[in-house]
Nanobody, 123 residues
């Protein structure tokens, strides 16, 4: 069992940066692949970034590639999403998700979810 708690969201201006954190409970977290998804009002939940259980491999949605960086610190049971050059279209509720077997972009395949943290980018 893994419990995920996101933090770090907020209201920022276009071009600013934020770092989201996903803190996990459970001794086996180091074995989990983790991803960040986001959902804007009226839109489907979409994949943002994912990292393998070891932290050695990552992938990104085209819309955030070059601006966002995902990292996993197994010693702290935490996954981070560094978001730079934020745009208004990045505004959404951001969720982290974890799964021991799956590491793709389909949100329905992840077993564990946090409650989300709101990111609003507006001038």
């Amino acid at each position: 069992q893994v419990r995920l708690v996101e933090s770090g969201g907020g209201l920022v201006q276009p071009g600013d940066s934020l770092r989201l954190s996903c803190a996990a409970s459970g001794r086996t977290f180091r074995r989990f692949n983790v991803a960040w998804f986001r959902q804007a009002p009226g839109k489907e939940r979409e994949f943002v970034a994912g990292v393998s259980w070891s932290g050695g491999a990552s992938r990104y949605a085209d819309s955030v590639k070059g601006r966002f960086t995902i990292s996993k610190d197994n010693s702290k049971n935490t996954v981070y999403l560094q978001m730079n050059s934020l745009k208004p279209e990045d505004t959404a509720l951001y969720y982290c998700a974890a799964d021991m077997s799956y590491s793709g972009t389909n949100y329905e395949s992840y077993s564990y979810w946090g409650q989300g943290t709101q990111v609003t980018v507006s001038s």
